[in-house]
């Protein structure tokens, strides 16, 4: 049960980054998300900020699949403290109501899920390279390159999507598919070697 509620809390903050990400580079800013802005290039494009803007959206992208495909999930939750916190100063200075709390919300979650791994913190701050057997991967090249592939998927559907919409959404959602899927390979291959 605490490992599914690990993998949901993940999946949960994932998929909020992501679709966040998604949606301020998709035509018309048609994608699935819960929080915003999604106008957020545009508005930045006023500023000569666009590119950073753009920037800040693949960000959320590659964070949000790292930790909804929960294969990455640690190095996508260390990823994202300073992505929530960036937000969080922003949302603070621009005196919004509301959305501080919300992301102060989605930080408790992610110090929560990486809270679960804080026996990986130790050789890393102890500038080891010596890790126990017990947090060694069983993840395969393969996989890696399912995962990616996955990813690649995802962020090719945003110049789909100015071509063709729902062309788009189905790029991404098998591109989501894979990413997840991307364990499968590795049992495969673990099995078969």
Known sequence: MKKFFIQGTSAFLGFTFWGAGMVKLYNGH????????????ER???FDLGLFAQFIAICQIIIGFMLITTRYKLL???????????ILMV????????????????????????????NYFKPILNESTDFPKSIQ???????????LSGLGL??????????????AFVMAGLGLLTGILSFKTDQHFTQTH
């Open 30 to 41: 048609n994608f699935i998300q819960w929080i915003g802005p999604p106008w957020l290039v």
């Open 44 to 46: 930045l494009v006023e």
């Open 76 to 86: 996508g939750g260390i990823m994202l403290i300073p992505m929530i916190l960036n």
């Open 91 to 118: 949302t603070i200075s621009q005196n919004w109501r509301g959305t501080p709390y919300v992301l102060t919300g989605l930080l408790a979650m992610n110090i929560f899920v990486l809270w679960q791994y804080r």
């Open 137 to 147: 991967s069983s993840k395969t090249w393969i996989g890696h390159l399912v995962w």
């Open 154 to 167: 995802c962020l090719a559907s945003i110049w789909v999507s100015y071509q063709n919409l729902v062309a």
